[in-house]
């Protein structure tokens, strides 16, 4: 990790909600608006880019824990756009508040918590070997 991840860093990402996105793909039919797991995803994303550019040649960061409520149904073809903030860094955990907005009201809001690792060879490795364990 380099310096300089401090918290009040903020980044921001959109995304136009497709069929793919929608409550009904994730296995509840019908229903045809941003599910949550998609909710999830794009708070994941728009923290881990937020952070990319502070991480070293070889890191990366994994999700942990994710706190969240899905305030608002978000019809298909509507854009969203989800926000962070970076407001606890913590050695290589990184805490961000999360904010979703779908052009007429905010669906989304809550904290997400990331690790930052910098070994992926020795993060696979302990997952191949739980593997052999099971």
Known sequence: ??????????HQILLTVEKHHTADAYGNPGVEVFATPALITLF???CGECIRPFLSEDGFSVGTRVDIRHLGATPLGFEVSAQCEVIEVDRR?????????????????????????DNLDLFLQKTREKFQQG
């Open 93 to 117: 955990r990184v805490v961000f508040r999360v904010e979703a907005h779908d052009g007429v009201e905010k669906i989304g809001e809550g904290t997400h918590e990331r690790f930052i690792m």
């Open 44 to 46: 994941e994303n728009v």
């Open 1 to 10: 990790m380099t310096a300089a991840l401090a918290p009040g860093l903020k």
